[in-house]
């Protein structure tokens, strides 16, 4: 067994006239987040996390913004296709960690319901939580266009039992199984 990491990290910049979804949701606001897709950047950091734990690239490699990816993509369609072809070189998410950081919107009402959408995609809990920078900084400064998210994930590296995601440790937090029908070279190293 072999418990692995990735990190996700995504900045989009604001739009006007274009919705705003975060983590899978919608929030009521003139201005969205600028994108081939949704713009959701904390789905498409798990995406790049999950990618990036089971050694699968990122989230432009996989989804190009390109004529090959629907323009106007949910983010959830793309974090579900991701996370199959994650479960079919025979990794499982076990838990994820999304961070928003930015000054606006505030998200602390809605966290919640983020990370059940989010939980219910990947087969294992996901926490979205949100930090502020400090006012001017070079990083983010308030006001700022950007809007970063990171997540971080832990991946086991076996396929889930049966691939029906029903068995697991919850003490170790790692999905039992074996890897007998993955080809060799998809094969965890």
Same mark, same amino acid.
């Given at each position: 067994?072999?418990?692995?990491?990735?990190?996700?990290?995504?900045?989009?910049a604001f739009?006007?006239?274009?919705?705003?979804? =975060? +983590?899978?949701v919608t929030?009521?606001?003139?201005? +969205?987040?600028?994108?081939?897709?949704?713009?959701?950047?904390?789905?498409? #950091? =798990?995406?790049?996390?999950? =990618?990036?734990?089971?050694? !699968?690239?990122?989230?432009?490699?996989?989804?190009p913004s390109? +004529?090959?990816?629907?323009?106007?993509?949910?983010?959830?369609?793309?974090?579900?296709?991701?996370?199959?072809?994650?479960?079919?070189?025979?990794? #499982?998410?076990?838990?994820?960690?999304?961070?928003?950081? +930015?000054?606006?919107?505030?998200?602390?009402?809605? $966290?919640?319901?983020?990370?059940?959408? !989010?939980?219910?995609?990947?087969?294992?809990?996901?926490?979205?939580?949100?930090?502020?920078?400090?006012?001017?900084?070079?990083?983010?400064?308030?006001?700022?266009?950007?809007?970063?998210?990171?997540?971080?994930?832990?991946?086991?590296? $076996?396929?889930?039992?049966?691939?029906?995601?029903?068995?697991?440790?919850?003490?170790?937090?790692?999905?039992?199984?074996?890897?007998?029908?993955?080809?060799?070279?998809?094969?965890?190293?």
């Amino acid at each position: 067994m072999s418990l692995r990491v990735g990190l996700g990290v995504d900045a989009h910049a604001f739009a006007d006239g274009v919705p705003l979804v =975060l +983590g899978g949701v919608t929030f009521d606001s003139p201005r +969205g987040l600028a994108g081939h897709s949704d713009g959701d950047v904390i789905t498409h #950091a =798990l995406i790049d996390a999950v =990618l990036g734990a089971a050694g !699968l690239g990122d989230i432009g490699s996989l989804f190009p913004s390109d +004529g090959s990816t629907p323009l106007g993509v949910s983010s959830l369609d793309l974090l579900r296709d991701a996370v199959a072809q994650v479960r079919g070189v025979g990794y #499982a998410v076990v838990n994820a960690d999304c961070i928003l950081i +930015g000054e606006q919107p505030r998200i602390a009402d809605r $966290r919640v319901e983020m990370g059940e959408v !989010l939980s219910a995609l990947v087969g294992a809990p996901v926490n979205v939580r949100a930090t502020t920078t400090a006012s001017g900084s070079p990083v983010e400064a308030k006001g700022s266009r950007r809007r970063r998210s990171r997540s971080s994930n832990g991946l086991e590296a $076996r396929p889930l039992r049966g691939r029906s995601g029903s068995a697991g440790d919850p003490v170790r937090g790692v999905v039992p199984g074996d890897v007998s029908g993955v080809p060799a070279e998809q094969r965890p190293g």
